[in-house]
């Protein structure tokens, strides 16, 4: 069973267009995150929802919306997109308890080609 | 704030060989330390990681890594690669923010075994 999985995992639009990035996690976690892997391999976190809840909001452009319609899922959407915005967007999960840091599961990434 | 820092982009290593992986961290409040290995085109699978207690830590595929707070340092070993230890490394220090843990990545190392 995949546990963070993400659809599509590979999208090629044209600059301008609007497009959404899904992410579903079955281990039960109540934190999901999003990040962008650079071409250069290099990978910042951009938002984290606890409970359907936004808890981090990276130096993100507004064109990106995280939307979490539950606690399992946790979309991403991305209006007018730019050349600069081509890169892996990874999905990842974990349960963060107190002060207890957990280990995040990344899904397999979504490659964005932005043309 | 915390950072990490990867003094190597790229290490060769001949097959059978011992190889370590350096990770400097800094970091202003308690530290979690995470090593993950991404494989090509694939997304990022955790190695190992340091929450508390003995500061060697093992993980999966033989690897393993020493917390060393002196030296701020979070180096990964492994005695004897293989080819399928290819992959790019990254070292992680997480922090916890409200709910949710905020992983901060350095900017990886390129392990290339060769015969």
């Known amino acids: 069973d995949t546990a963070v999985s993400q659809t599509p995992k590979y999208l090629v639009t044209q600059m301008g267009n609007d497009k959404s990035i899904k992410c579903e996690q079955n281990?039960?976690?109540?934190?999901m995150y999003w990040y962008k892997q650079d071409s250069k391999k290099f990978l910042k976190i951009m938002f984290s929802?606890?409970?359907?809840?936004?808890?981090i909001n990276e130096t993100v452009p507004n064109r990106f919306s995280p939307k979490s319609p539950d606690k399992a899922h946790l979309n991403l959407h991305i209006n007018s997109l730019e050349l600069g915005d081509s890169a892996v967007y990874f999905c990842?999960?974990?349960?963060?308890?107190?002060?207890?840091?957990?280990?995040?599961?990344f899904g397999p990434g979504t490659r964005l080609t932005v043309l | 704030a915390q950072s990490v820092t990867q003094l190597d982009s790229q290490v060769p290593v001949f097959e059978e060989a011992p190889v370590e992986l350096r990770c400097n961290y800094s970091?202003?409040?308690?530290?979690?330390l995470f090593w993950y290995v991404q494989y090509p085109n694939q997304g990022l699978q955790l190695l190992l990681k340091?929450?508390?207690?003995?500061?060697l830590v093992k993980g999966i595929n033989g690897f393993e890594a020493e917390f060393n707070k002196s030296q701020t340092s979070f180096h990964l070993r492994k005695p004897s690669v293989h080819i399928s230890d290819t992959a790019e490394y990254f070292c992680?220090?997480?922090?916890?923010?409200?709910?949710?843990?905020?992983?901060?990545f350095g900017t990886g190392t390129r392990l290339q075994v060769t015969l």
């Open positions: 281990l039960g976690h109540d934190t």
């Open positions: 929802y606890n409970n359907k809840e936004l808890i």
């Open positions: 992680a220090v997480s922090a916890l923010s409200g709910t949710a843990s905020k992983l901060t």
């Open positions: 990842a999960s974990s349960s963060v308890q107190g002060a207890w840091v957990d280990t995040q599961y």
């Open positions: 970091s202003s409040v308690s530290v979690y």
């Open positions: 340091y929450l508390s207690g003995s500061t």
